[in-house]
């Protein structure tokens, strides 16, 4: 388990009139980190559990039935995500993104998004509700998910050869069911839906093409993502990314592509389009073209903790904060005095500060990617 801290100077609202969420910190909305950088993004991870293995993520070996997985009281409610995430929309976060674990094995996750569907931006606009799922449970849950407002889809899937998935996986898990799932989100009338495939060389780099040509032209987007040292559980060494540009390089010799502009700035995935107009694809290359100064993203652990990079090696307690009686505008100060103090970006000295590199990070489970 990582450390945990307290964030700090609690009496920065001295002299704000405490009010509702919606009209707090107006000024707030364009507070930026140390490197300029606003935040307009939260990950929430409403689980730590899940039904898959993948060695990238939860290698089995460490996730086994003796690890100690956070008890229900250790989790979030729903009401206090729901503050902490209506504070963050004050504050200028315009997007939600829940995740985990795997978030649909979260018991009534669908009354959770009915509370956070309901949540305005500071512009007074819905937020942009999102959630990032292994696909497993997807045909069981995708019509009740639309019904309660989730904006958006992403689902994983590493490949479409059983045996290579089934590798990634590690729970013997088909792909039918996954590919059945992306059906059933198409059925229930998400539009825009995005799969997200982890890249191991040497694993599962043979799918690449594969993946392309199922996907094109069917008005779902692949983004391919390089494996990243996430969490300090995976094994991970440089030998085993594939970078972005040579997977682009791979299915542009046989269907080819070229990059367009993001859809808005900070996109982390770099878009490209097949020329023959059948859809885009995306890269998600956060070794090898690293996006820090443009990353605009904080993440609530499972257990309530503030982080403020994928690669952190410790949070900030909200959870205590939430349960200790403090108002919404301690609350909120407390995130704006914690971003402002914000200095992160990892992935662009990943190469060069070791230190950095070996500290222990939090686990991807707890944060959600
Ligand atoms: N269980 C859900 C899922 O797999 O979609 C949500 C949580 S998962 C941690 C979120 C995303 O992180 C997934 O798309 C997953 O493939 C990606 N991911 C996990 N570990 C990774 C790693 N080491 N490198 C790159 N992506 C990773
Ligand atoms: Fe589970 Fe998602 Fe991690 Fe795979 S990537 S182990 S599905 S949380
Ligand atoms: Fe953001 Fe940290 Fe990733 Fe850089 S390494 S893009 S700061 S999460």
Redesign the pocket.
């Known amino acids: 388990m990582v450390e945990k801290v307290i964030p700090i100077r609690l009496d920065e609202g001295k002299g704000l009139t405490p009010s509702i969420p919606g009209q707090l910190l107006a000024a707030s909305t364009s507070t930026k980190d140390t490197r300029g950088r606003p935040l307009r993004d939260l990950r929430i991870s409403v689980t730590d559990r899940?039904n898959f293995r993948?060695t990238?993520?939860m290698p089995k070996e460490i996730f086994d039935k003796d690890y100690p997985y956070l008890s229900h009281n250790e989790l979030l409610s729903f009401e206090e995500i729901t503050r902490l995430t209506t504070i963050f929309a004050s504050l200028g976060v315009e997007k939600i993104r829940l995740?985990?674990?795997?978030?649909l094995l979260r018991k009534n996750l669908e009354v959770l998004i009915e509370m956070l569907a309901k949540i305005r931006t500071a512009a007074d606009q819905p937020l942009d509700l999102t959630l990032?799922?292994?696909g497993s449970i997807l045909r069981k849950k995708a019509a009740a998910l639309k019904a309660v407002g989730l904006h958006r889809l992403t689902i994983?899937l590493d490949g479409l050869n059983d045996d290579i998935f089934k590798k990634m996986n590690d729970v013997d898990f088909p792909v039918t069911d996954v590919l059945d799932g992306i059906a059933a989100a198409q059925e229930a009338g998400f539009t825009n839906l995005k799969v997200?495939m982890?890249v191991k060389k040497g694993t599962n780099d043979q799918e690449i093409i594969g993946m392309a040509k199922h996907f094109k032209g069917s008005g779902v987007t692949l983004r391919f993502?390089e494996?990243?040292d996430?969490g300090s559980s995976?094994g991970w060494d440089m030998s085993q990314v594939l970078p972005s540009q040579e997977v682009a390089n791979r299915i542009h010799a046989v269907f080819p592509i070229e990059p367009i502009e993001a859809n808005y700035p900070g996109e982390v995935a770099q878009r490209w389009r097949y020329l023959d107009g059948s859809g885009e694809i995306g890269f998600i290359s956060s070794v090898t073209q690293t996006f820090c100064h443009e990353c605009t993203r904080a993440r609530i652990s499972t257990d309530g903790q503030l982080y403020l990079c994928l690669f952190a090696n410790e949070g900030f307690d909200f959870k205590t904060l939430l349960r200790s009686g403090r108002s919404d505008l301690e609350i909120a100060n407390a995130i704006m005095s914690t971003w402002s103090g914000r200095n992160d970006h990892y992935s662009e000295i990943r190469g060069s500060n070791t230190a950095a590199v070996n500290t222990r990070k939090v686990e991807?489970?707890y944060i959600?990617?």
Do not use: A
């Not at 995740?99 to 978030?103: D, F, H, L, S, V």
């Open positions: 899940c993948c990238y993520c995740t985990g674990g795997e978030p990032t799922t292994n994983s997200n982890v993502i494996f990243m996430v995976n991807m489970s959600g990617g």
